[in-house]
């Protein structure tokens, strides 16, 4: 298993500003994933994030408004650009382990309200 | 389209209530399936993973299933702490791995 650590756990903040979102896991991992989870909702998958090479993003995400970090094997970023209050969500990060086993392992997600 | 359905969306049970929630799917390529757990405010916990047909998992008072179609993760005598959404996702590659998720289960499980 990885221990995932997302920060910040919560934010506030202002429309047309941006956030960033850390992830950091514990141990090397092979793919990161960012998802989006509206209040009482499923997951919505943002972008794939793999070290070495640009993000692949999910239909109706964009690297303008959700730019992604994959600096190295542990870490990775989100930001969430130019945010409008639509942008409210839970945002979460997720990893897949290296080896056979094919699970993924999640952060405790961001809480962003824009107001 | 790659789909995952998972019924019922909300489930009340008593305490001791056995019951099932079952997750769907239509998927090319699927590597593997996974059930997690979450609690409000807090990510999803990971429970199980399955990855053939007939394949069974248990930890606790959950036992996880599996067919080619669908998956089933059973409540043997729950009890309150076992309240939660519980989610369902599968894992595929046709060039690209990802993990879809099902919209979940919401449990009550009443004293």
């Known amino acids: 298993s990885a221990v995932i650590s997302q920060k910040p756990s919560r934010d506030i903040c202002q429309r047309g500003t941006s956030l960033t979102i850390q992830c950091q896991v514990d141990?090397?991992?092979?793919?990161m994933f960012w998802y989006r989870q509206q209040p009482g909702q499923s997951l919505t998958l943002i972008a794939t994030a793999n070290q070495g090479s640009e993000a692949t993003y999910e239909s109706g995400f964009v690297i303008d408004k959700f730019p992604i970090s994959r600096p190295n094997l542990t870490f990775s970023t989100l930001t969430v650009s130019n945010m409008s209050p639509e942008d409210s969500s839970i945002y979460l990060c997720?990893?897949?382990?290296?080896?056979?086993?094919?699970?993924?392992?999640f952060g405790q997600g961001t809480r962003l309200t824009v107001v | 389209e790659d789909q995952v359905t998972q019924s019922p969306e909300a489930l009340r049970l008593q305490e001791g209530e056995s019951s099932s929630l079952n997750c769907s799917y239509t998927v090319s390529g699927l590597r593997g399936l996974f059930w997690y757990r979450q609690d409000p405010g807090k990510g999803p916990e990971f429970l199980f993973t399955l990855y053939s047909a007939g394949e069974e998992k248990e930890k606790e008072r959950l036992k996880a299933t599996l067919t080619k179609k669908e998956s089933f993760l059973h409540i043997t005598a729950p009890k309150p702490e076992d309240s939660a959404t519980y989610l369902c996702a599968v894992h595929r590659f046709t060039g690209t791995y990802k993990y879809i998720f099902g919209t979940g289960t919401r449990l009550k499980v009443l004293a």
């Open positions: 141990s090397q991992v092979t793919m």
């Open positions: 997720s990893a897949q382990t290296r080896g056979t086993n094919t699970e993924a392992f």
